[in-house]
């Protein structure tokens, strides 16, 4: 037997424990309240803007914050939470929907450490949950929709149901159309997300628009989130039908959503998330429960705005 | 030294995982508890990896247990709001991954097609109908029953221990029992050792009297019914079902078993190697997560472990071809 | 012309010694062959020659000065080429590119000159012979003959550095007859441009054909260095083996019984019409030119490829499929032992057991004590030498995984044995143990049928000898009393 296997085993041997050694090196046993935060959605932009305000705050508080991103395993949420509470933190913050979380919720009852949704929904273990209004949001913008087309006229709807936050913006506006006795839904369209959103939306929505050549035939867009807007936009555009008047309207005004809006085209409206309040609120609301504060409700809502070229610069 | 170094390698690094957390986490690592939680948080990969090893036993695999996972408890799950009795969900849904895995044993055994082509088609297909059967939608809430959702909360009840009730959970229960049956069978059965031989050389088992077609078909049954029942403790353990819920599970599934063969003097597939490699890997998950370690670094010490432990068992294996 | 002396090499790995003061000598312009029973220490040499191990003592020396080896590229330096008998090659490349593969293509402009590549070619297939190997078809479509003739002209492509001494390993080992033949050819055109050829070969029609000396070597020593005139098959098998072998065959004892398989009007894949009987105890030779249908027959037999006719094993019709024909009593050997026979990688002992798992089984469990009982056995029968039943067939010889075969094969006594290619690639000493087997098991009542491009192994072993020609069997003679020759001519004719 030659020397390699010996030589190799050791060298890489070696440099495990030195990997080792740093990672319980940064572990850095700090002093102030351990929080963790759990989220299968970490790569989602909304996301990330509330996790570093969350962050943020939490520097200023003191705590040592755990981010911990399951890449969308929700089951590894459960084992996540249950790995954190046998460890003992202070304070859990979920990002998940907390029907789906049930076990880890239990875990963390059992363990006796308080659990906190960032834009999860409500559970009786959870303390509270901080979140935009989605109902409010969806309000806003297909309000703004059958007012612009004068509550008559053909619309699209880009919906995506099996996510309950956005389901929700969904049933909103199909309440607010059917009460316009005058708007059709033409289609409800749910994109395939898995690439983001606008790629699919833009092939849907160029199919949509090659089955409805009249102008005025389609009257308004309305997208559950921004990406599908973006996407119906780009489709209009290539089409050569920008002049019609089409009104599309996104929720969530991502960078990309405020420029189309600013550049005063189809896309006219989106409602903006306070995603750096629901973060600070969230860590705020921690820091007054760990300070021996009883909450009575357990949602508690950071206030949404209305995007519009007016502001979308703002 | 060499060459105990190459048998028990693998091993001697997974137990210094184990032994490095228990150092790095004197309290809260080396408990009853702790060692449950990661039992059950494995019980659905064990079952997936280890009903996997059957057909990568014959050097085939399945890329489609993933899928198949979604798929079954979407199944089950719309069968509960449709209001059908547990039971009767249940075995629906196994029987759907026991289709699946037929579909794809027909594929690859009687059509001849690869399976990494045969199986990728197929996961998309259950990743479709998966999507179909559910409407897209997450069904979660009053339409899953609480008598299922109890299921993985519920356990065997081992007695006291520090005042605590110690509980073994029914999911581990489950993974355990899956184990114990497939070690049975590849290991201690003609069935087993001719999908063994089929490994070694399918085209000199067929000339030896082994019916390879019918073999290779009846594992892809084997892990499509393994890939169902993950999927089912999954829609247990969230108590919820979404179209795309357990298609993590199949390149996981794949690593450890790769990662378990490391551990084996053969370098060739086999059960309780595979569950070493599930352990290994859901050990690293707990204990980095213990220590903070922030989950992008934690994704790429995984698969840096299990290139070190593929590196030095291949390693190995050329000091010998080159002895 | 140079001259490479090895002297006193000594090579041992951990307690084992592989070669013990051996010593070789090869002269350009002359085919060497180098014989010796498995084990004896002929790859190690080949080895230490390639520069893939380096002797502990011993020196090598190439026209007087000392020869420094130890890597495959100071081995390329020192003008040696080797041929082993696993080929090489991209199968889905042309014929030219193969040869071009460790060598730079030619180029103009940049670009690859596909005119000039496969001129060149042309030219080294031409040098040696091998005209008939279209240039530029494509690798994968060609015999393992041709392939191996395009490896050694790949050798001979105009580029300054043609090796002087050729090392080829067992290049017969998969090459039908003909094939030989145009390979024989090619080493005669090299010999003529002055090149050695180092030959391993088992095969003594070969070695007494090819070679000038013929060098053996025993448990790693050098026993004797002769000139081919000098010497003859007896005193090299007496030199290999340090015993007398004055008939490689033992003796005939078989008294045919009732017929125990008869087929009729069995056709397959260009074979057949064709019917023939063996008895009880009758061992009956298979043979024919490469194409003759000699390659089908066992396989058809055995149900592995399709096949019509009417075949009965005792009276009972049999199953047209591999798992029933094993469960009734048929046994089979294939001819190529690699691909078809075992499973490399996994232990001895689960090659053995695998057709008999349904009888070392109690309701689907395979009991082991029976099957470890029985492996035992076994590998006694046919004097297996392996350390134990849990090694990996990978590392026994090929004398050892053949019989490895043939302990499976001889599980509980088979009422028909077929044999395709028996000893290919067998050293001496296994062939011998191995004939033994085959009688003894024909003493006892089995039927064997053996098909084989050997023919001093069809006569020594037979009784009858049924010749193939173009699918069908031209004639079935008695082989006792045939020679090599009119079996060959018998071989030629058609059906008269």
């Given amino acids: ?314 | 030294m060499a060459s105990f170094l190459r048998h028990y390698g693998s091993l001697i690094g997974m137990a210094a995982i184990v032994v490095f957390f228990w150092i790095a986490l004197p309290d809260t690592f080396m408990t009853l508890r702790n060692w449950l939680n990661i039992s059950q948080q494995l019980s659905m990969l064990i079952v997936v990896a280890v009903t996997m090893t059957v057909v990568m036993v014959m050097g085939d695999f399945d890329l489609s247990v993933g899928a198949m996972a979604s798929l079954s408890g979407v199944v089950a799950a719309v069968l509960f709001a449709q209001g059908l009795p547990v039971p009767v969900a249940l075995a629906v849904a196994l029987a759907v991954g026991l289709l699946g895995g037929i579909a794809n044993g027909v594929l690859v055994s009687l059509i001849g097609i690869l399976p990494f082509v045969a199986t990728l088609a197929t996961m998309t297909m259950f990743s479709g109908a998966a999507f179909l059967v559910s409407g897209g939608k997450t069904i979660f809430g009053r339409d899953i029953p609480q008598e299922f959702a109890d299921f993985a909360r519920s356990g065997l009840p081992l007695g006291t221990w520090g005042g605590n009730l110690v509980v073994l959970p029914a999911l581990t229960l489950v993974a355990a029992v899956v184990t114990l049956l497939v070690w049975i069978v590849l290991e201690h059965t003609i069935y087993g050792r001719r999908l063994y031989a089929i490994g070694g050389n399918a085209d000199a088992a067929r000339l030896a009297g082994v019916k390879v077609a019918q073999l290779r078909l009846s594992a892809f049954a084997f892990t499509g019914m393994g890939a169902a029942l993950a999927g089912i403790m999954y829609a247990s353990r969230v108590a919820s079902a979404n179209p795309v819920q357990g298609d993590g599970l199949m390149l996981t599934a794949i690593a450890a078993v790769f990662l378990g063969m490391t551990a084996t003097r053969d370098g060739q597939p086999n059960v309780l190697a595979t569950v070493a490699g599930v352990v290994t890997l859901g050990v690293m998950d707990n204990g980095l997560t213990q220590l903070q370690v922030d989950s992008y670094v934690r994704q790429v010490l995984v698969g840096a472990i299990i290139l070190l432990a593929v590196s030095i068992s291949a390693l190995g294996r050329r000091a010998i071809r080159l002895r | 012309m140079p001259e490479l002396r090895l002297s006193g090499i000594v090579k041992t790995f951990g307690p084992a010694r592989a070669l013990d003061r051996a010593a070789l000598s090869l002269r350009g312009g002359e085919v060497h062959a180098l014989m010796g029973e498995n084990g004896a220490g002929k790859s190690t040499l080949i080895r230490i020659l390639a520069g893939l191990e380096s002797a502990d003592s011993g020196e090598v020396t190439l026209d007087g000065a000392l020869l420094r080896l130890g890597s495959p590229d100071l081995a390329k330096t020192a003008g040696f080429q080797f041929l082993h008998q696993e080929n090489h090659v991209v199968p889905a490349l042309s014929v030219a590119e193969n040869m071009h593969l460790s060598r730079p293509y030619p180029q103009r402009f940049g670009l690859v000159h596909w005119t000039k590549l496969r001129t060149a070619a042309v030219d080294a297939l031409g040098q040696l012979g091998a005209s008939h190997i279209d240039a530029r078809s494509v690798m994968g479509s060609l015999g393992a003959g041709d392939q191996m003739l395009v490896r050694i002209a790949a050798t001979l492509l105009d580029d300054g550095d043609a090796p002087w001494a050729y090392v080829m390993d067992e290049p017969t080992a998969a090459l039908s007859g003909a094939e030989a033949e145009r390979l024989f050819k090619a080493i005669a055109a090299l010999k003529a441009t002055g090149a050695a050829i180092l030959y391993v070969s088992h095969r003594m029609d070969e070695v007494m054909r090819l070679a000038d000396r013929i060098t053996v070597l025993r448990d790693g020593a050098h026993v004797a260095t002769r000139d081919r005139a000098a010497t003859n098959r007896d005193k090299i098998i007496r030199d290999m083996t340090g015993r007398d072998m004055t008939d490689l065959f033992p003796r005939h004892t078989a008294t045919s019984g009732p017929p125990a398989l008869l087929v009729r009007d069995l056709r397959a894949g260009g074979l057949g019409p064709l019917s023939f009987a063996v008895a009880e105890g009758e061992i009956l030779g298979v043979a024919g030119l490469s194409g003759s249908g000699r390659e089908v027959l066992l396989r058809a037999l055995i149900g592995a490829v399709t096949r019509a006719g009417d075949l009965q094993l005792r009276g009972v019709p049999l199953a047209a499929n591999p798992a029933g024909a094993w469960a009734q009593g048929l046994a089979y050997v294939p001819p190529e032992r690699r691909t078809e026979g075992v499973m490399p990688r996994r232990a001895l002992a689960e090659t053995i057991a695998l057709p008999h798992l349904a009888r070392l089984s109690r309701l689907g469990f395979v009991q082991r004590r029976k099957t470890a009982g029985l492996v035992r056995r076994l590998a006694q029968d046919v004097r297996l030498k392996a350390s134990g039943p849990d090694q990996p067939i990978a590392e026994l010889s090929g004398g050892n995984q053949q019989k490895v075969l043939f302990a499976r094969a001889l599980a509980g006594d088979p009422a028909i044995l077929l044999l395709d290619e028996p000893t290919r690639g067998v050293d001496v000493g296994a062939k011998f143990d191995i004939y033994t087997l085959i009688r003894d098991l024909a003493a006892r009542g089995t039927a064997v049928i053996v098909a084989s491009s050997d023919l001093p192994e069809l006569i020594g072993l037979s009784d009858r000898i049924a010749i193939l020609n173009a699918g069908r069997i031209s004639q079935i003679l008695p082989a006792d009393g045939l020679t090599e020759a009119a079996l060959l001519t018998a071989c030629y004719q058609k059906e008269s």
């Fill in chain 1, 1 to 314: 037997m030659t020397g390699i296997t010996r030589r190799s085993f050791w060298r890489i041997a070696g440099l495990t424990l030195a990997t080792a050694v740093a990672i319980v090196g940064s572990a850095a046993f700090a002093e102030g309240e351990k929080i963790a935060v759990i989220t299968p959605y970490l790569s989602q932009p909304g996301t990330q803007f509330y996790v570093e305000a969350f962050q943020a705050r939490a520097k200023e508080l003191g705590w040592e914050v755990n981010i911990i991103d399951t890449a969308g395993d929700v089951a590894a949420v459960i084992s996540r939470m249950e790995d954190v509470s046998a460890q003992g933190v202070n304070a859990i913050v979920l990002n998940v929907d907390p029907a789906q979380v049930g076990a880890g919720l239990d875990a963390a009852v059992a363990a006796n450490i308080p659990v906190f949704g960032m834009d999860a929904g409500a559970d009786p273990r959870i303390k509270a949950n901080i979140t935009s209004n989605g109902y409010a949001m969806a309000a806003e913008t297909s309000v703004y929709v059958a007012n612009r087309i004068g509550g008559a006229g053909a619309v699209v709807m880009f919906v995506f149901d099996a996510f309950p936050p956005v389901q929700v913006r969904g049933a909103v506006a199909d309440a607010v159309f059917k009460n316009h006795p005058d708007i059709t839904v033409l289609d409800r369209v749910t994109p395939d997300v898995s690439d983001g959103g606008i790629a699919d939306s833009r092939a849907k929505m160029e199919a949509i628009l090659a089955a409805n050549p009249e102008p005025g035939s389609i009257k308004a867009v309305w997208a559950a989130w921004d990406q599908p807007a973006l996407g119906a936009l780009q489709a209009i555009e290539a089409a050569g039908r920008q002049g019609e008047g089409i009104v599309i309207t996104g929720i969530d005004a991502n960078p990309q959503a405020r420029d189309a809006i600013a550049a005063d085209g189809n896309f006219e409206a989106s409602v903006a998330q306070d995603f750096q309040g629901i973060g600070s609120t969230t860590a705020d609301t921690v820091a007054r429960v760990l300070g021996g504060e009883t909450l009575k409700a357990n949602v508690i809502y950071v206030p949404t705005k209305l995007i519009t070229s007016s502001n979308a610069k703002d």
